[in-house]
């Protein structure tokens, strides 16, 4: 596909119609080493939401910042109420069919590395164990005054032998794991400190307002200079965290295919771009490559 000079940048490309575009992306994986870029569209299917759905609006959820978290007592009560209620839907979640479909193709040797914003550990859970998770993982817990890690199920014990069963816990889940409280239930809550400092507990993720640490940014920029092209699956793009890496991919002349329900920031960089269901479609073009639908489990 050619490069052209656009209004977007250097690196917009000539995109081929949908029609065509399936054909494209079996073409692009058939030659292997593609690295995948998958984003909070791909855990859908699992029952945790995305946070822009397909019409790219920003749903009514806002995330609590950085700053508000290390700012105030009351906003880590307010943060820890609400992600020990919604934890539990994070911790019972399982991969979907675009999970394993993933999985299957690096298995097959058609994906050379995986990078994904979520931190919903799913990527892991379907035995991609050395996929990178850009924003960390919910799943782990870091203390930000000695740098003591621990597991999320050891803090949500803590919790609820500090606090009782979580207030709100049948409430639908939001896209980073926890759930709408009214303000009284997040105030009367108790927070557990660390067990070795004393210090603040925090979920080992990458909050809006902080930033992915450099050695695993670079890392990541490793894996997609080593790809021959790169894969985004079900991210919008919207935050420069994921957009970098296809601007990246792009510039350095490498096929970039986008597959998500609805536009994305990333569109004019992509020579192939899908809006289709992501289980199905993965599911289908792993098919293709592994040897038929009983390969992968």
């Not at 855990?43 to 609590?64: F, Q």
């Not at 597991?151 to 896209?175: C, I, Q, Y």
């Amino acid at each position: 596909m050619p490069v052209h000079r656009g209004p977007e940048g250097p690196a917009a490309r000539e995109r081929v119609p949908q029609a065509d575009g399936l054909d494209e992306l079996r073409r692009l994986l058939a030659g292997r080493g593609v690295a995948v870029l998958s984003g909070a569209g791909l855990s859908t299917e699992s029952g945790i939401p995305d946070y822009r759905g397909a019409t790219g609006l920003l749903r009514r959820h806002t995330p609590m910042t950085y700053q508000e978290f290390v700012g105030s007592n009351a906003s880590r009560c307010r943060y820890w109420a609400r992600s020990h209620a919604g934890w539990r839907a994070i911790a019972e979640a399982r991969p979907n069919a675009g999970h394993r479909a993933v999985e299957r193709l690096r298995r097959a040797g058609q994906v050379s590395a995986v990078i994904t914003q979520n931190v919903d550990g799913l990527h892991r859970a379907a035995g991609t164990v050395d996929a990178v998770e850009l924003h960390g993982g919910l799943d782990r817990v870091v203390c930000l005054g000695c740098g003591r890690g621990s597991t999320r199920e050891e803090l949500d014990r803590r919790l609820h032998a500090l606090n009782g069963a979580a207030a709100g816990a049948d409430a639908r889940v939001n896209p980073d794991g926890d759930v709408e409280l009214p303000d009284a239930a997040a105030a009367s809550f108790r927070v557990a400190p660390c067990t070795a400092c004393g210090g603040i507990l925090k979920p080992d993720v990458v909050f809006f307002g902080e930033n992915v640490p450099g050695p695993r940014v670079r890392h990541c920029y490793d894996l997609v200079d080593d790809a021959r092209a790169l894969l985004v699956l079900g991210s919008s793009l919207t935050v420069l965290s994921g957009l970098r890496f296809v601007r990246h991919a792009a510039a350095t002349g490498k096929p970039v295919a986008i597959v998500n329900q609805g536009g994305t920031r990333g569109d004019a960089y992509a020579e192939v771009t899908l809006s289709l269901p992501l289980g199905a479609t993965l599911t289908a073009l792993a098919e293709q490559f592994d040897g038929g639908p009983s390969a992968g489990g």
